[in-house]
T-cell receptor
Framework: GAGVSQSPRYKVAKRGQDVALRCDPISGHVSLFWYQQALGQGPEFLTYFQNEAQLDKSGLPSDRFFAERPEGSVSTLKIQRTQQEDSAVYLC????????????FGEGSRLTVL | AQSVAQPEDQVNVAEGNPLTVKCTYSVSGNPYLFWYVQYPNRGLQFLLKYITGDNLVKGSYGFEAEFNKSQTSFHLKKPSALVSDSALYFCAVRDFNAGKSTFGDGTTLTVKP
């Protein structure tokens, strides 16, 4: 497709379950980002890939959060043993190589942990 | 560390009037500055960016923004607001040394007929 695709769009998990969120970036985009957006707030940085290399994971809130991009294209954000505070919209974005490129966002995956 | 402040949670204007959405930033090096718009249940969409050059940047849908280095500001403007401009607007900064962008908390713009 032409844009960034995320799945699932909506996920309800029971506390303690593991979840996996998928991001399919725009073809040819080298850089891929994950953000967490809580209700009424701006996106908060989680992690950043350049091709398959994870260059920055400083925003991951705990070791329950893990992201990968093994072939430099599709990325998966995994959250283990989900907690209620993990409830948020998880946004994926991709950009052209370089620091000046704007981000192209997917529509997000809304996670609700009960 | 880099940061962005959007001092207004809400901005209300009448259709046809000019609008301004404020943004100030802090970075250690040269800033790359961006504005994004978010409509309900949609992802963020790019509006415009400042990288270098002319301080007045023009973007999508008639929006423009003015970079002011001395005041570390990058305010979003439009000469004549439309009802369809009503949305949530985010300012973001990207340090040339950092891959990540840092976003403000957003400003809800409401344009009334």
């Amino acid at each position: 497709g032409a844009g960034v695709s995320q799945s699932p769009r909506y996920k309800v998990a029971k506390r303690g379950q593991d979840v996996a969120l998928r991001c399919d970036p725009i073809s040819g985009h080298v850089s891929l980002f994950w953000y967490q957006q809580a209700l009424g707030q701006g996106p908060e940085f989680l992690t950043y890939f350049q091709n398959e290399a994870q260059l920055d994971k400083s925003g991951l809130p705990s070791d329950r959060f893990f992201a990968e991009r093994p072939e430099g294209s599709v990325s998966t954000l995994k959250i283990q043993r989900t907690q209620q505070e993990d409830s948020a919209v998880y946004l994926c974005a991709s950009s052209h190589f370089g620091d000046t490129g704007e981000l192209f966002f997917g529509e997000g995956s809304r996670l609700t942990v009960l | 560390a880099q940061s962005v402040a959007q001092p207004e949670d809400q901005v209300n204007v009448a259709e046809g009037n000019p609008l301004t959405v404020k943004c100030t930033y802090s970075v250690s090096g040269n800033p790359y500055l961006f504005w994004y718009v978010q409509y309900p249940n949609r992802g963020l969409q790019f509006l415009l960016k400042y990288i270098t050059g002319d301080n007045l940047v023009k973007g999508s849908y008639g929006f423009e923004a003015e970079f002011n280095k001395s005041q570390t500001s990058f305010h979003l403007k439009k000469p004549s607001a439309l009802v369809s401009d009503s949305a949530l607007y985010f300012c973001a900064v990207r340090d040339f040394n950092a891959g990540k962008s840092t976003f403000g908390d957003g400003t809800t713009l409401t344009v009334k007929p």
